[in-house]
């Protein structure tokens, strides 16, 4: 009798309850054609319902009754499986970010089916010009005018796409197979990738590498080569070189067989950084993000997976391109907080990287001119290498930045969004003809709608936040998309005095063009880009010089370089700092820098006007002279104080509920169930700083959405891993006592106030 084998399976199920391997028997049939990684259709539950699964382990035995397990019906082929290492991935993220093992599987496969290849067809004459030409004379006799016409054309070009025959030539696919089955032409059909890169021939200006970018290269390089591949930091100031370092880096990975995966944080960054990656690698470098077609990802995922590739480029999710010679990750601009994930799991992209670091020997190069405040700490603790840059490439110098109080404007008598620097700027500029930035960060034309006679706020009867006033006369919930009318009298008191905050791009854009009416003016903000390829569009029309004034959001600020901007202003410079979140003077200081830094990147020195109310700031300070150590070290000292990442760790535990009572109730078990684990860790006669905290819970930053209430628990602690050990506790429980009233979401060092 032959022995069977055991598979281990994933069902494809995202339930607590059922978050573990299931056993499954493996039918002689589908003996050696199911390997770890396979997705497959199993029997599952009572109804033996067919349910896909992913294969995460084989085994020639089973504790169970063998007579009990259920075999595997098929091996499914219209999914792709998945390599070891890559489940070894999903296992560490669900345990260290929470969620199901087939949330984290699915975080971790690129592309989730497959897609029909695209193919082109092709004419070919496979006879001599003097056969061609005795077979023209014989179909002129005989009148046959459709073959007359595409064998004339292929006795001057012997080869001929199929679709030009077809549509230009008008003959018949009856024809042509004729044709084919008189020997004289064959037809062949090959496939071919869809290919996302959008070809430039601009041509790109090579600098020569500094002393600073060639020893930084070598470092790297050198220490990949001698088997120690290392986690570094750059820390290079605005125009220092940084792409030119990653680029560096990445070809001499390449040159020696190994395959690089570059991180940016925007899709707006992609385009930019793409052509120069390009122009060094050709078409052994390709990109994904989430505009891209369903078909052209998958297509660059078998283009990694048969080596065709060498360099992939895109946001957080080009992380999990499967590689398999992967020799470094680059993780640009690794300060933004799009670099983690707000879906379960809440994976963070650079945690992630530090994991694929270690388990499978890659380099790990991360890059900022405004490095996260968690990065600097650890490279100043040892666990990264760090490299300073503090040169621009081009020479130039860094701009000079002046501070506008707002307060004082006010006082002066100007009420417009500018002030006066920044106004007698802008003219200067359009005199030059030379480029301007303008940015905030806010979309939309007023921030809020409120009445100046009582103080109501217009809200959404759906989310706890307020709405926003867009050009249209209508007002916008951005988080679930609820709008109505702009009232024209308050809804409170009846007040005439209800208006908005008029500080958003649409309005800023108004201001500019009825200020500046021969200026060439263009905005970019989430409103503006929604079609596909609009960024990329916008951007290039810029860099071009067809716009005077970029208005824009965040997007216009983070790693575009653009020679002819020399003035950049930042409207409202203190806005971030209202938010309630520790990490507001990060975020500020981070913002107004890499602003600053768009300015001046050609030969023409640059000026940056800071608006803002609160300029006695220390983010404000410290970006105003280009000065991060400062920034840093009181930034540094405030979390220490605090207890806040990175000096100790964060544990945000989220449940959203239908109606308040439950989430209230939950809430005070999982705090129950944190406190008693952090006593069980902490051991007797512990001190509190030593056992940890928690705090809450309480309603949560924004306490209802979409008609969901919400509410927070956080847990504090020096150690991960005591409080990924809470997070288990916690998930214990909810697998022995589900409450389908509410759900629970855990996030490690929040980057966003939950």
């Not at 890559?86 to 929470?98: E, M, N, P, T, Y």
């Not at 003016?521 to 409103?527: G, H, K, Q, T």
């Not at 609160?614 to 207890?643: G, K, M, V, W």
């Amino acid at each position: 009798m032959q022995s069977r084998s055991y598979a281990e399976i994933i069902i494809e199920i995202s339930h607590e309850k059922i978050d573990r391997p299931f056993e499954y028997s493996v039918p002689p049939h589908l003996a050696g054609s199911i390997h770890v990684g396979d997705r497959v259709v199993v029997p599952f539950g009572r109804g033996n319902t067919p349910r896909g699964g992913y294969c995460i382990g084989l085994k020639d035995s089973t504790e169970f009754d063998p007579d009990r397990i259920k075999d595997i019906l098929s091996v499914s082929t219209d999914i792709p499986g998945i390599e070891g290492y890559q489940i070894a991935l999903a296992w560490w993220i669900r345990s260290h970010f929470g969620g199901t093992m087939i949330q984290a599987l699915k975080t971790v496969i690129p592309v989730k089916k497959k897609m029909t290849a695209m193919t082109a067809k092709r004419v070919d004459r496979i006879v001599s010009d003097t056969d061609l030409e005795t077979v023209i004379e014989e179909c002129g006799r005989k009148h046959q005018t459709a073959r007359l016409r595409v064998l004339k054309a292929l006795l001057e070009e012997p080869t001929l796409p199929y679709t030009l025959v077809r549509d230009k030539l008008n003959v018949t696919t009856p024809t042509l197979r004729s044709l084919e089955d008189k020997g004289y032409i064959r037809i062949t059909e090959t496939e071919y990738y869809r290919n996302p890169v959008v070809h430039d021939d601009t041509e790109t200006v090579v600098h020569e590498l500094s002393r600073q970018q060639l020893n930084i290269i070598t470092t790297v390089t050198n220490d990949h080569i001698n088997g120690n591949p290392g986690k570094y930091l750059i820390h290079g100031i605005t125009g220092s070189g940084k792409t030119e370092v990653y680029i560096g880096i990445a070809d001499n990975m390449v040159r020696r067989g190994f395959q690089v995966i570059v991180l940016i944080p925007e899709i707006s960054l992609t385009y930019q950084t793409l052509l120069r990656f390009y122009k060094r690698f050709g078409d052994r470098v390709s990109v994904v993000n989430s505009s891209m077609s369903a078909g052209a990802r998958y297509d660059q995922y078998l283009r990694a997976i048969r080596g065709d590739i060498d360099v992939i480029i895109g946001p957080r999710s080009a992380l999990f391109t499967p590689f398999e010679r992967l020799g470094a990750i680059i993780i640009d601009e690794e300060h933004e907080t799009s670099y983690k994930s707000e879906n379960t799991p809440r994976y963070g992209a650079r945690e992630c990287a530090e994991y694929i670091s270690e388990s499978r020997g890659v380099s790990l190069i991360l890059g900022s001119a405004t490095p996260s405040v968690d990065a600097y700490y650890k490279a100043t603790h040892g666990a990264y290498r760090l490299f300073t840059m503090e040169e621009r490439l081009t020479g130039g110098s860094l701009p000079t930045v002046y501070v506008e109080d707002l307060r004082e404007e006010l006082k002066a008598g100007n009420r417009t969004i500018f002030s006066r620097r920044l106004q007698n700027l802008i003219d200067d500029r359009l005199k030059h003809h030379e480029q301007t930035m303008l940015f905030i960060n806010r979309r939309g034309v007023a921030g809020f709608v409120s009445c100046r006679n009582c103080g109501y706020v217009c809200k959404c009867p759906h989310c706890d936040v307020s709405l926003t006033e867009h050009r249209n006369g209508r007002l916008v919930c951005h988080y679930c998309g609820y709008s109505e009318p702009k009232p024209a009298l308050c809804p409170e008191c009846g007040s005439a005095y209800i208006a908005g905050f008029r500080a958003g791009t649409e309005q800023i854009e108004s201001n500019i063009r009825e200020m500046y009416p021969h200026a060439a003016v263009l905005r970019m903000d989430a409103d503006t880009t929604r079609e596909k390829g609009s960024m990329e569009t916008i951007l290039r029309s810029f860099r071009d010089h067809e716009a005077d004034i970029l208005i824009g959001t965040q997007m216009i600020v983070k790693g575009h370089d653009f020679p002819l901007v020399t003035l950049v202003g930042i409207l409202a410079a203190d806005m971030s700092l209202g938010v309630g979140d520790y990490r507001a003077s990060e975020r500020t200081f981070q913002l107004l820098t890499q602003a600053a830094g768009r300015a001046g990147r050609g030969e023409i020195p640059g000026e940056v006007v800071i608006q803002t109310y609160r300029p006695e700031h220390y983010s404000i300070e410290s970006s105003r002279q280009h000065d991060y150590i400062s920034f840093y070290n009181e930034e540094i000292a405030y979390r220490s104080l605090a207890l806040y990442p990175p000096v100790w760790h964060l544990l945000a535990v989220l449940m959203v509920s239908d109606d308040e009572d439950s989430g209230v109730k939950q809430s005070e078990v999982y705090k129950v169930i944190a406190d008693r684990c952090l006593d069980e860790h902490a051991g007797e006669n512990s001190k509190p700083r030593e056992r940890g905290y928690t705090l809450g819970p309480a309603p949560a930053a924004i306490g209802r959405i979409r008609d969901k209430y919400r509410h927070v628990l956080y847990i504090k602690h020096s150690d991960m891993e005591t409080l990924v050990a809470v997070k288990d506790s916690i998930e214990k429980y909810i697998r022995e006592q589900p409450n389908r009233r509410v759900i629970t979401f855990f996030d490690f060092d929040p980057v966003n106030a939950v």
